[in-house]
């Protein structure tokens, strides 16, 4: 390990990630952001963000993250790629184990967000990525142009996924396991009126069909009120049933309650009963989850480990 210890370590490079690299650089600290998988997050997996404050005009996803990247970078940021696997806080300074490396931190900021639920139903494994399914119209929407696809789910994120797909495909199946999308209204009402889109209410996905590592050929469905099921003549199928928190290799140093989302202590939505690390976005809110939110949780996240730092290295 090298000697170095750095005043804070970043995990993540999604809106609270960067917020926070944006605040701590502001104020001289130098911040190592660690950026995993999927640098800048599920923003830039979206297309148009619309509700971002200070953008009238909606503004791409990748670009706000670009637009982010660069912000925080001209403060002094310091970006270097690796996964965390685990974290030793037993002693001060802290111990962040990446595969290949370990790296001391002052201050730790986990913003490692939330990565895509998947449904667990046959076939959907072995046609994931490139071969049919996918968690990603963004990405591989224009793959299916005049083709029929599935949307599988009913929030915010189906209904997005399923409009954006209508610019490709010949007709998109919603398939939601209620009777009505638990959307924002407006997103809502934008899905169930598109001509495109066909929504196939009360049921759930049984099985991907098709030739097995290859393609999809279609979507068993079950009616739930019916128990009848249909294959939907699909080509792509995009599951958008939620996400599932990034927190495993930190939980002996945060609680996270049962569905694995970090929860916050009495005092504060950021700091955990560790002191000097702390929690934002996406991996600690499973009740907003919000680019803004997870950007305000960011810029909290910053100021309290600044705050810290300054009183423990004062004391
Ligand atoms: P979500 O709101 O948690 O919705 C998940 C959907 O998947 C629900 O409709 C749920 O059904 C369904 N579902 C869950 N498990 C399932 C399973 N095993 N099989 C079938 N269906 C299943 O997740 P989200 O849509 O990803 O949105 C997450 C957050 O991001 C929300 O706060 C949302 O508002 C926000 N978001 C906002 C925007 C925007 O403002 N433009 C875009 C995307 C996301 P039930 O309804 O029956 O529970």
Redesign the pocket.
């Given at each position: 390990m090298s000697d170095k210890v750095e005043n804070v370590v970043i995990v993540g490079t999604g809106c609270a990630g960067l917020t926070a690299a944006i605040y701590t650089g502001r104020a001289n600290l130098n911040p190592l952001v660690l950026e995993g998988v999927m640098p800048g997050g599920q923003l830039t997996t979206?297309s148009e963000?619309?509700?971002f404050p200070g953008f009238p005009e909606g503004i791409d996803g990748y670009q706000l993250m670009q637009n982010l990247r660069k912000q925080a970078e001209k403060f002094g940021t310091r970006y270097e790629s690796g996964s965390v696997v685990g974290v030793d806080t037993s002693s001060w300074p802290y111990t962040l184990q990446l595969a290949d490396r370990a790296i001391k931190a002052k201050t730790i900021i986990v913003a490692t967000g939330a990565s895509?639920?998947l449904?667990?139903v046959p076939g959907e494994k072995e046609l994931y990525g490139g071969k049919g399914v996918t968690t990603c119209a963004t990405c591989d929407g224009a793959f299916y142009r005049n083709m029929e696809v599935a949307v599988?789910?009913?929030?915010?994120?189906?209904?997005?996924e399923a409009l954006f797909l209508t610019r490709f495909a010949s007709k998109v199946y919603l398939?939601?396991?209620?009777d009505s999308?638990?959307?924002?209204k407006i997103?809502a009402d934008r899905a169930t009126s598109h001509p495109k889109i066909q929504m196939v209410w009360d049921s759930?996905?049984v099985s991907v069909e098709g030739v097995p590592e290859d393609s999809v050929s279609g979507l068993k469905v079950k009616n739930l009120k019916t128990n009848a099921e249909s294959v939907l003549p699909v080509k792509g199928v995009f599951v958008?049933?939620?996400?599932i928190p990034n927190t495993a290799p930190f939980k002996s140093a945060a609680d996270t309650d049962e569905e694995g989302y970090f929860v916050p202590t009495a005092h504060s939505q950021v700091k955990t009963k560790t002191a000097g690390l702390y929690v934002a976005g996406d991996c600690a809110d499973?009740?907003?989850?919000?680019a803004i939110t997870a950007a305000g949780m960011g810029c909290q996240a910053a100021i309290e480990a600044e705050r810290w730092l300054a009183e423990k290295e004062s004391a």
């Open positions: 979206t963000v619309e509700n895509p639920r449904t667990g599988i789910g009913g929030g915010d994120s189906a209904a997005e398939v939601h396991r209620r999308l638990r959307a924002s997103m759930v996905p958008a049933i939620g996400h499973h009740h907003y989850r919000q």
